[in-house]
């Protein structure tokens, strides 16, 4: 897969990245920003700390750096919260300043702009090497393709990779289970697919899966509880 992309609108007036190569996109056509907080954030991150209230620090893996929107809104999450989260995120293919530094995810939300620097930070962020990002945001970023991806224990995943009629590879049951099983007990899987060989294939691994509502434009999302 190339590195050529070109920025877009989506309908909530936040940006997303159009992959020509694959002919995809990097969020919803319905809304980037909406789609992120939705699946990832509020069925995702909120759902697992409502469970674990006390339990710190939190470790994210994510499939799919990509924008970095879901790190950085998992960082203003940390920051408001008071609470120390570690997260690990994959990307073979970084984007380039010239792309990254015209994203106005930043701009979407006024009550949370005085953390725009952050998100710069977090793309400028070395790649390979943990980063203390802020005060309670670590993070390491590895360039990488899952499968070849060494993994540490996680308590939530952000499986944000791109769709599986367009990357196949990474939604088969070997690549979903090299992640369920680095997931500790109680951990939650969050993604935006609703496919039904993959909600399978997650409770084939041990999960416990859940169809949930999606974001704008879309019927349904997955949640699965490792038991």
């Known amino acids: 897969m190339g ?3 070109k920025i877009i609108t989506t309908e909530d007036g936040s940006h997303s990245l159009f992959l020509p190569e694959l002919n995809e996109t990097y969020h919803s056509f319905h809304g980037a920003y909406r789609e992120s907080v939705h699946v990832f954030m509020l069925y995702g991150l909120e759902a ?3 469970k674990n209230p006390n339990h710190f ?3 994210i893996f994510e499939v799919g750096f990509g924008t970095g929107l879901n790190a950085w809104l998992t960082l203003v999450w940390a920051e408001q919260y008071k609470v120390p989260v570690l997260y690990h995120s994959i990307e073979p293919f970084p984007l380039e300043k010239e792309i990254f530094s015209q994203l106005n995810y ?3 939300d006024e009550t949370i702009y005085h953390y725009a620097p952050y998100f710069q930070r977090l793309h400028e962020a070395k790649w390979n090497e943990g980063v203390v990002v802020s005060e309670y945001f670590n993070m390491k970023k590895d ?4 499968e070849e991806a060494v993994l540490y224990p996680s308590d939530v995943v952000f499986f944000d990779a791109f769709a599986p009629n367009k990357q196949p590879e990474l939604w088969n049951s070997d690549m979903l289970g090299k992640v369920t099983e680095t997931m500790n007990p109680g951990g939650v899987f969050a993604t935006y697919c609703a496919k039904g060989q993959v909600k399978r294939d997650l409770a084939a ?3 416990e899966v ?3 509502p999606g974001p704008p434009g879309k019927k349904e999302m997955t949640r699965g509880w490792k038991k």
């Open 3 to 5: 590195k050529e992309v």
């Open 48 to 50: 697992w700390s409502s």
């Open 57 to 59: 620090p939190i470790r």
């Open 106 to 108: 930043t701009e979407v």
């Open 143 to 146: 360039i990488s393709t899952l």
């Open 205 to 207: 691994l041990g999960l």
């Open 210 to 212: 859940e169809t949930l």
